[in-house]
């Protein structure tokens, strides 16, 4: 017995000092980077390990979804349309072989007359193989003379291009490359030892350690933003153009100190922290997800967020840009009596929007939840809501001490009737007043199939506690539903426009089982900590990167021909059976 305690006990200590090796060889690699760079750096990119990287990146989630055979059967031909992709593949291969460490690119001086950076990473592969790779670059760049410059036994490489002259060169282990000869100059000496000035450089700014300090210790990417000079340039701007600066009322690029961002593999899963040094925005008690309670079984989609719209109502009745609908209700307000206060006693800050997919509706159903604080000041904002919208008609009922509101429209492919619920406890509004009720019933019975399910609960314990931001989405929940209603539009549309075929092959679309398989929740919580905001964000992609993809897919969609070709077609589309299957 005590030998396996002993065992035991020797066994915790080595993975301890694992860890703690981990972590302070992950330090030194950051550290080692901005030793080298100027106190005063405006923005630092910084790939501690390139092979290690591609080894975790091979292992994600996401790269062995697309190594699938029905999904690489299924973009076989939208890939052959593709430039060639072999020299890509044989530069990634070079890349490998020069095995570069603690690659980076810095942004020193960024202002209206010139912008200046340095870049650069440690040789840990095959030196051949790195000379040869970057000599490849540098003929692929040059667009003017070559020359060389001594420095301190270095040869720098002078090379013209279009816009600007690029200086580079090695320092042992280290290739250095930059846009100024003297700022190339600098970062040689501190590389070389010569500069023993500690203190400026980025490793001893304050903003910089306050920054990093948030960060994790072991990750794949880091960018890190220290927006001073441009708020600096902003003030004067201001100032040039006579508009004062009032305090409480900075642009949030004067307030902030420093942006620090790092995205980091483990295991299969894609993991995000970013830090924004500003000052607390809202003044509120901190998010505690009580319309939790609203969701369901087959709720996809949850999003809680601090948005204290009544400190932003006077702000958006001046605001030009908004549609007239909204500028005719904030007016109503204003002639009706309704000010930010009255607002901000009605209603917290907690705005929640949640998705629900049942497996028999064509589309998902949205519903919008606010707390209510003083329900007497709430109706009468409902009530003068109403009013403004002369052009509908809203019906009124009222259930269980629920008031309900809903409105007709006209009948389209996707229903939208909006609706209103009313109660001592939350304002929920909607598309459709089924979805409405149903979300009501949830609330009042405290039966959330949402807040029991194991997926969202292991999805919520993969990210610190929220105060400010959380946000969940199922994403193979969501793939599923998407399969089973776009699935037979997609293959009917095809047989429609046949042209389509010469893009992709519709009907090799993959089995949703193949894609769902790899997908896990997306998770995303945000939280004020100390001197700043800070954001968590974990999945098979993360929430960040789900927003960019669905704005680059809505803007292809809205300005791609096929898309219009496949969805303008002549014919109703069909209601798909709850499999799915066409």
């Not at 549609?323 to 009596?337: A, E, I, M, P």
Request: charged content about 20%.
């Amino acid at each position: 017995m005590k030998r396996g305690l002993l065992l035991v006990a020797i066994s915790a200590a080595a993975a301890v000092v694992i860890w703690y090796g981990l972590k302070l060889a992950s330090f030194s690699t950051a550290a080692s980077v901005t030793a080298l760079l100027p106190r005063a750096t405006v923005l630092l990119v910084h790939v501690p390990d390139f092979n290690a990287t591609r080894d975790r990146w091979h292992q994600s989630d996401v790269y062995r979804l697309c190594q699938e055979p029905a999904v690489q059967d299924f973009l076989r031909k939208p890939l052959s349309r593709l430039p060639d992709r072999s020299s890509a593949s044989q530069t990634v291969g070079q890349i490998e072989r020069v095995a570069p460490k603690d690659a980076f690119f810095a942004l020193t001086r960024a202002d209206q007359s010139s912008w200046t950076f340095v870049a650069g990473f440690q040789i840990r592969g095959n030196q051949h193989d790195a000379e040869s790779l970057i000599d490849d670059w540098r003929g692929k760049l040059r667009s003017g003379a070559r020359a060389a410059v001594e420095y301190e036994r270095h040869k720098i490489d002078r090379t013209a291009l279009e816009s600007f002259t690029l200086f580079s060169t090695y320092s042992g282990k280290w290739f250095f490359a930059a846009n100024d000869l003297d700022e190339l100059k600098a970062l040689l000496d501190r590389a070389d030892g010569r500069s023993r000035d500690r203190e400026n450089v980025l490793r001893a700014s304050e903003t910089y350690r306050a920054a990093i300090a948030h960060m994790p210790a072991i990750y794949d990417a880091l960018v890190y933003f220290q927006p001073r000079t441009f708020g600096q340039q902003l003030q004067r701007l201001r100032a040039t153009l006579g508009s004062a600066i009032v305090p409480g009322e900075q642009t949030m690029i004067e307030q902030m100190r420093s942006a620090c961002g790092t995205m980091r593999f483990e295991n299969g899963k894609i993991c995000d922290t970013i830090f924004v040094g500003i000052p607390r925005v809202e003044n509120v008690p901190p998010l505690n997800r009580s319309s939790l309670a609203l969701g369901s079984k087959e709720t996809f989609f949850y999003l809680a967020i601090l948005l204290n719209i009544g400190d932003k109502l006077d702000k958006l009745s001046q605001a030009p840009g908004f549609s007239d609908r909204l500028q005719k209700l904030l007016q109503t307000f204003r002639d009706n009596g309704i000010t930010a206060n009255d607002w901000k006693t009605a209603f917290g800050a907690e705005l929640s929007v949640l998705a629900d997919w049942g497996e028999n509706k064509r589309w998902p159903s949205v519903v919008l939840s606010l707390p209510v604080l003083d329900a007497a000041k709430a109706q009468k904002i409902v009530d003068v809501a109403m009013r403004a919208d002369e052009d509908s008609a809203w019906s009124r009922t009222e259930k269980n001490g629920v008031r309900y509101f809903s409105m007709q429209s006209p009948a389209t492919l996707i229903a939208i009737a909006p609706a209103i619920a009313l109660s001592d406890r939350m304002l929920i509004a909607g598309l459709d007043s089924a979805s409405i009720e149903e979300a009501v019933q949830r609330g009042q019975n405290s039966t959330s199939g949402l807040a029991s399910s194991q997926t969202y609960k292991s999805g919520a314990r993969a990210v610190p506690p929220p105060t400010t931001f959380f946000a969940y989405i199922d994403t193979a929940f969501l793939y599923n539903r998407l399969d089973a209603t776009l699935r037979p539009i997609l293959l009917m549309a095809a047989a429609f426009a046949p042209h389509v075929n010469d893009s992709v092959d519709l009907a090799k679309i993959p089995e949703a089982q193949v894609i769902t398989r790899h997908l896990t929740p997306i998770v995303d919580s945000q939280r004020y900590d100390r001197d700043g905001y800070v954001a968590e964000s974990i999945g098979p992609i993360t929430f960040n990167d789900a927003t960019i993809g669905l704005a680059a897919l809505a803007f292809a969609t809205a300005n791609n021909p096929i898309v219009h070709s496949l969805f303008n077609l002549p014919f109703a589309v069909p209601t798909p059976t709850p499999s799915g299957t066409p």
